[in-house]
């Protein structure tokens, strides 16, 4: 509620982006989402407005229809969320075994991983509350770290909480391989746009060649405006798959990311997240857990894996094993990229 408590109902009802749901979509979809696994799955209780199941299902409304659809206005909307809550309370009251707990944990981060798309939209509108986004503490610099070839154990473990694509825990062998101690600068991205970066065809792949011609894609309009020492956001993996071909590089797989996390020399502090070359797609012996429409219905279907997390993005949620994913052309989500490349051994 802080993060809205400084817009009218006027930017709460209206697209600020076609990509993007109205906010007071999101609001009403957190409160039927928390009806739906508190009071309905674990309390066992009937949903409190059942008519509007559909409309804020994710996956029986898409973003592109949400704006013309009649939704409860933002009084409603916080009303809502505000009965919503109260059954949630006389829910969580009582106390839970270990299964129906991990439910209300879903349901905890889900909110928070709304209030991070609620963060794109409101960057993409300009409405982004005083202060946001923070000005970045980066040092100057970077350099390369080496990674030796060995094991890396994957994944999230049995116990505790952990989407289902981030199980389960698998051993893989990966080459020695090197990674830059931070993320791509915005300093350094601009120098890749005015070199040439954009018009360089043999940096780029087909698809993200045919990407960029028929939009008539440069830099993101944020880029010119940020520190040069931030790290660079608004970046697709189209051009951050560019851009590491252009130092004669590559984007880390995710299991070389999850690996190399672990080093005290990797800043991992959350500034923006970082493409990977991975296609998002299950591990070995994945199981879909609590429902499908999670992570499965996504896999090798044309997205790619980020990792880390961005400033926008809460700790509880960023964890080193979590797995976020995006279409290779979105821009709106707050990423950047970290580059790798291989280890010769002698």
Wanted: with cysteine.
């Amino acid at each position: 509620m802080g993060l809205v408590a400084h817009l009218p109902a006027a930017d709460l009802e209206r697209v600020l982006d076609p990509l993007m749901s109205p906010l007071v979509w999101d609001l009403a979809h957190i409160a039927a989402y928390e009806d739906l696994w508190i009071a309905h799955r674990v309390g066992g209780l009937p949903l409190l407005h059942p008519e509007l199941a559909a409309m804020y299902d994710a996956f029986e409304t898409p973003r592109a229809v949400r704006g013309s659809l009649p939704l409860l206005d933002t009084p409603g909307a916080l009303r809502y969320l505000e009965d919503v809550r109260r059954r949630s309370a006389a829910v969580l009251a009582e106390e839970l075994d270990p299964a129906r707990a991990e439910l209300v944990e879903l349901v905890a981060r889900h909110e928070l991983q709304h209030t991070e798309t609620m963060r794109q939209a409101m960057a993409i509108g300009g409405v982004l509350p005083p202060g946001e986004p923070p000005a970045p503490r980066i040092p100057p610099g970077s350099a390369w770290v080496d990674i030796p070839a060995g094991p890396a154990t994957i994944g999230a473990g049995p116990g505790g909480f952990a989407y289902d694509n981030e199980r389960p825990r698998h051993e893989r062998h990966l080459p020695a391989f090197q990674i830059s101690t931070r993320p791509v600068t915005t300093a350094t991205w601009l120098s890749f746009a005015e070199g040439g970066g954009y018009v360089r065809r043999e940096w780029w792949s087909d698809e993200g060649w045919a990407w960029k011609e028929e939009y008539d894609i440069t830099h993101h309009p944020s880029v010119a405006e940020a520190p040069p020492r931030a790290p660079v956001c608004h970046v697709s993996w189209f051009e951050a798959d560019a851009f590491a071909r252009s130092r004669g590089a590559r984007l880390p797989t995710e299991h070389e990311w999850e690996k190399a996390s672990a080093s005290e020399q990797l800043d991992v502090t959350g500034h923006v997240w970082e493409w990977t070359s991975s296609v998002f797609s299950g591990y070995p012996g994945f199981t879909a857990h609590p429902y499908r429409e999670y992570s499965e219905v996504f896999f090798d279907s044309g997205y790619r894996v980020l990792r880390g997390g961005s400033w926008a993005t809460h700790p509880r949620v960023a964890s080193p094993t979590f797995r976020n994913w995006d279409l290779p052309q979105r821009r709106q989500i707050f990423a950047g990229l970290r580059l790798a490349r291989d280890l010769e051994v002698v």
